[in-house]
């Protein structure tokens, strides 16, 4: 229930997101965080399970955090 919940916020949260951002540039940086999803996966298992985070996971993050970054600044 409580998946569902926060599924429910999350696609509330996007649409809203995508139908301020229609017609600017800032939909593009929308489009790049929406895709972002995983990241949220992941982190909820580490914190939740403690399941451990590999290299490949750390550099995914921190690659997918430094482009969010880089979209928002430009």
């Known amino acids: 229930m409580i998946a569902g919940l926060?599924?429910?916020l999350a696609n509330m949260t996007l649409?809203?997101?995508t139908s301020e951002a229609v017609g600017s540039s800032e939909l593009s940086v929308v489009a790049v965080v929406s895709a972002f999803f995983p990241a949220a996966t992941v982190l909820?298992?580490?914190?939740?399970?403690?399941e451990p985070l590999g290299p490949v996971r750390l550099?995914?993050?921190a690659?997918?955090?430094a482009a969010v970054a880089l979209m928002?600044?430009?």
């Open 59 to 61: 550099c995914g993050l």
């Open 15 to 17: 649409l809203i997101a």
């Open 63 to 65: 690659l997918g955090l």
């Open 44 to 50: 909820w298992a580490r914190f939740t399970l403690h």
């Open 6 to 8: 926060g599924d429910t």
């Open 72 to 74: 928002t600044l430009g």
